[in-house]
């Protein structure tokens, strides 16, 4: 059986810069994949590649055997490879309900004609979608802040929503980009709960770009650090952390 | 054939390059672009048909035209759009546009729909150069742009004030940092804007008839100037302008009148299709 | 909370029930100005779609109600169809026209270019009205014969109820396109457009679609000018007219289907009052439009969202 998701010698030009050289790595269902690495190491390009946002130069990108680097952004995502970003990414005149909504909008089956003419199952399936992100968001504790515009959140609930948003539709790939940033101690620990109950549960196989090493050890399965563009390390994250030169050129301090 | 439609086509295009390079003084200054800027030549028009009424010689009623429009693109800059110039692109247009329409009603109250002319303080007449035919008025509409572009170089590349237009139009936190009053040039500039409008908006009242609504004519050709040369870009409003005034005659003649009216419209259609940046445009201002 | 929203949102169906006996109480003339409010309601709604749901500058608002006009006027004066056979090849021919000028959108042209370049296409709308003259009349214009309904005339209390139909109609399927994913996917393309292609919308397609249901709907509204004025002549569907469409949704409020409604009505009903005085009414406008960014940036319909939760309207926005 083929790999949940795997990248073969990815690479990513603009210009003369290769911002992403040659990496290759394998996600599994279940599994959480932490990235890492100096500002600049290319994470976030790697992200945006797999995602469909930025062109991949070279090498192959599959998803369950599949070649997906030439799909347009929708066509990814509706492979079932959702995504967070670093900042700004809910809609900001929706309410929480409304955002999370739009994270299923590939699940709701209304037609254009269905909706317009009043027809029974574009209503249905609308309601189904309702009464279902109702309950998720019951289920994380953001039933309260439901009906409120995403602009008026604060950074911690943004990132919580922009997760429940990402996975509300059970993705099996699940790309997160430095969620914990800008988060209080105690949401950080929520936010490692919830990552490890998705992958455990749900078997989501989760790509996690991270700064905050403490929620990479206590939550990843395998690190992979990269630095300016290319895998320097691959491993278990005792091992990687053990392994001094990768720390110390990589993060600075161990 | 071609020689006479070059002349007049360049005449006209001298006109809009003028008005082209009013609204993008306002673009590169406040990245808003001005929807009401034919009104406000509009209202200059009218403004020297008022101070003319006094009784002032021409020297006079127009330069004072120009300072009350300078005023008044001032005051609009400082009471209206600095308030949301935060706010969301819409309503910076939207004011802009509100502003124009006010003054459209202003004049449509005081003068009705009646047609007036800005009597020339020149003889109207025309001369030859063998088949060439050359009318005063085309004379004096390029020779005043010409004056006005002159000026216009030579405070912004030789003065200490256009140093300073130049380096906002640059970076405006840099030039915060350096302690240039950056809302105070803003507010300069929709004036100099206003006031720009103004001499195209007198100069075309005195060869066609001024009514309430010519600021439309205006703003769709000072628009399809700045597309064709570039957005944002000084040079290309002025190559942009002539070259539009241009196009408007050979087209009319060769292909169908019509086109004298339509060309303004294609061109711009055209232009964002094709090539966004125009001919000097520095780069696609364009978001994907 | 869900059933909550659907019930007391039925309460709207008041609205038009009110207005059943207007063709009683009102003069001939004020019936005339209410069928006009009621003409406005689509044009306002379909452009808000565009612009306040969709938030993409398009302009080009009065070549969809031209259009609607005139593929009414011309199929009734010139094929000899009853009006109400004419609306909806009318509005096909409007969603076709923001077919059309969603292209630009498509190819990534924002903010004021495509403002500028969807403005230029209303205005060359007006010359093809111009210059077809076998079709359209020209410059003079065309008029367009009595309306009729399966044979019988459209006049007084029946032509208002035949537009308040349209109307409602109008109003209560775009409001169930924006409550749907549809209106969902409008407001995350207007929000980022990069974050609603990563879950999954294809932003090109909605972008169509939005433009579409706005022509579609805009060109209903240009079928009921066919039926009220009687007359079509491209001075009509100029920029003044722009402004108008444009102020009944700013003041009404972007992104809300209840802002248009109000913004149709109020400002419908307003310039009856400066007839008498040209350009108090561009005035006015205008005045009036600098007045609601300065004090209510969000519109009337802010206002009425303070009185009763009820009126909370779901994308309504600066």
Redesign the interface.
Known sequence: MAALLELSEVTVQFGGVVAVDRVSLTLDPGEIMALIGPNGAGKTTLFNAIAGNVPVTGGKICFRGREIQNLPVHGIAGCGIRRTFQNGGLFPDLSVIENVLVGLHTAVASRFFGLVLGGVGARRSEREATVRVRALLDQVRLAAIADRPARGLSGGQQRMVEIVRAVAGLPPVLLLDEPAVGLAPPVRAELANLVRRLARENGIGVLLIEHAIELVMRVADRVIVLSEGSKVADGAPEAVRADHAVLEAYLGHG | MLPQLLVSGVANGMLYALIALSMTLVYRATTVLNFGHGDMAMAGAYAGLVFLGFGLPFVVAVPLALLLLFVLGFLVQRFLLRRIMQGPHLALATMALAVGYALRGVARLRWGNQVLNLPRPYPAGAFSIGSVVITTDAVVMCGSVLVLLGVLLLLFRASPLGRTIRAVFQTERGAALVGINVPLLHGMMWGAGAALGAAGGILLAMVVPLTPDMGEWVLVRGFAAMTLGGFGSLPGAVVGGVLLGVAEEVLGFYLNTVFINITAYVVTILVLMVRPRGLFGRRALIRV | ??EVQTVSRRVFWLVPLALLPLPLLLNPYQLFVAELVLMYVPVGVGFNVV?GNLGL?AFSNVAYFGIGAYVSGILMARFGLPWWLSVLPAGLAGALAGLITS??AL???????L???T???G??MR?VYI?WEPLTGGSMGMSVPEPTLFGWPLDGARKFYVLLALAVAVV??TD??L????G??F??I??????????????GRFIV?GFAWGGFVVSIGGTMYAALIGHLSPDSF??TEL?LE?AII?VGG??SLLGSVLGAALLTTLPQFFMS???????????L??LV??FL?RGLASLLAQLHPIFQD??L??
């Open positions: 909370m869900a612009v500058f292209i630009p190819r990534g042209v924002r903010l004021f270019y403002a500028i370049m403005l230029a296409f205005e060359l010359w210059r209560t399927t169930r396109l409550a749907s994913r549809f969902r996917a407001m995350a207007r929000g980022n457009e990069i974050a609603a292609a990563a879950m999954g919308i294809p932003t679609a100029n920029l402004v444009f700013m972007l992104g005085l040209p350009g108090s009414e561009e005035l006015a406008f205008g005045l439009i600098i960014i300065l940036p779901r994308y926005r600066e």
